[in-house]
């Protein structure tokens, strides 16, 4: 039923726009990196949306967290080395950089809050 349904989170909102720029723009790779960066970064994204997704409905978030923080780690350095090799152009990688450093601060602050109520 339509109003019963839960809110959604803020930072999964960010990270399904986030995801509607990145999955047609690795498209866009060269042929030759497609089942290499493409493939690699789409499913590293595509499992960040899932990690989210569980996060909201675990009990014991912060493990879920911090793989959601080593995620997005990994993300950057793969982004920032198809920025590199001119996979990605700068715009887009600006873009992706600023995306991505969104979230990792609402990341952030979700793991602060539940590391305080966790008397951590």
């Not at 996060?55 to 990994?74: F, S």
Request: hydrophobic share 40%; charged share 30%.
């Amino acid at each position: 039923m339509p109003g019963n349904e839960p809110e959604e989170l803020p930072i999964f909102t960010h990270w399904v726009q986030f995801l509607e720029w990145l999955l047609p723009a690795t498209e866009r790779f060269p042929k030759r990196v497609r089942f290499t960066f493409s493939d690699r970064i789409d499913n590293l994204a595509l499992d960040i949306a899932l990690d989210l997704v569980e996060a909201r409905y675990t009990r014991d978030k912060l493990p879920i967290l911090y793989r959601l923080n080593l995620r997005l780690e990994k993300l950057r350095v793969l982004l920032r080395l198809c920025h590199r090799l001119q996979y990605l152009p700068h715009a887009g990688y600006e873009h992706a950089a600023k995306s991505i450093n969104a979230v990792g601060k609402e990341l952030g602050a979700w793991i602060k809050e539940r590391r305080q109520q966790q008397g951590n």
